[in-house]
């Protein structure tokens, strides 16, 4: 199925079978981070959730969509991230949400933001369009010895999410669920004779709850495709 003009609102076909639609870019505020480990992404997702939406009420700017995390690089050890979430218009300077710690050594549950038995959040792209396994490279300035053992600096920033001929599906299911939805959407897409590229990202269409049924929780995938 395709279509022309889409705002992006799905839902779309399920992840074996997606959709092909012709987007708008839209307005996002969104933090930035190079060369995180994806093995953190959690406590990423966590300190720009809980502090992003107090700092676009304090500017004035009101949330446009549900969240999203868009990926530039293949995830491996690492990967080029940005979390954020679109607005009603461009977002002027930039805000400080606070900082994430990335310990040496092994990330464990504490550092993860979930403990053990539990969803450790809206972290499947690792199985992505660009999942080659080749690694994401280092943020600019970062320390020799590589990303764990650093301290990351989270600052919102105006960015935009693409747009033009995408790939579009919709996930129903549990955050732990991604990665094999992410695997079924690029076969899907590479039967039909379509090639993946970057950026590809996630839109959480459902807030999740505590008390909800995993079952119920939508995500929304969307990848570029190789012209």
């Known amino acids: 199925m395709s279509g022309e003009g889409a705002a992006v609102p799905g839902p779309y076909g399920a992840p074996e079978h997606p959709d092909i639609v012709t987007a708008d870019e839209t307005v996002t505020v969104a933090v930035r981070v190079d060369g995180y480990p994806t093995a953190a992404l959690p406590a990423l997702f966590d300190t720009v959730f809980t502090g992003l939406f107090p700092a676009l009420a304090e500017a004035g700017v009101r ?4 969240a999203y995390s868009l990926y530039t690089s293949a995830p491996a050890q690492t990967v080029d ?3 954020g979430i679109p607005v009603d218009r461009v977002f002027e300077g930039e805000a400080l949400l606070g900082t994430v710690p990335v310990g040496a050594g092994p990330v464990g549950a504490a550092q993860m933001g979930a403990s053990s038995g539990e969803d450790a959040g809206p972290v499947g792209a ?4 660009a999942g080659t396994g080749a690694e994401a ?3 600019p300035g970062a320390e020799a010895g590589g990303a764990e ?3 990351f600096e989270l600052r919102a920033v105006a960015s935009a999410v693409p747009g033009g001929r995408i790939a579009a599906a919709t996930y129903l299911g ?3 669920g991604l990665s094999g939805a ?3 959407l690029v076969a899907a897409l590479e039967s039909q004779g379509e090639t993946p590229a970057v950026p590809f990202w996630e839109v959480y269409v459902t807030e999740p709850r505590p008390d909800m049924d995993p ?3 939508r995500t929304d995938l969307f990848t570029a495709l190789e012209r």
Do not use: C, K, M, N
């Open 149 to 151: 053992g650093r301290v």
């Open 182 to 184: 992410w695997q079924t």
């Open 126 to 129: 690792e199985a992505g369009p």
């Open 215 to 217: 079952a119920e929780l």
């Open 63 to 66: 949330p446009a969509g549900p």
């Open 81 to 83: 991230i940005e979390v």
């Open 137 to 139: 490279g280092a943020s």
């Open 174 to 176: 549990g955050f732990d």
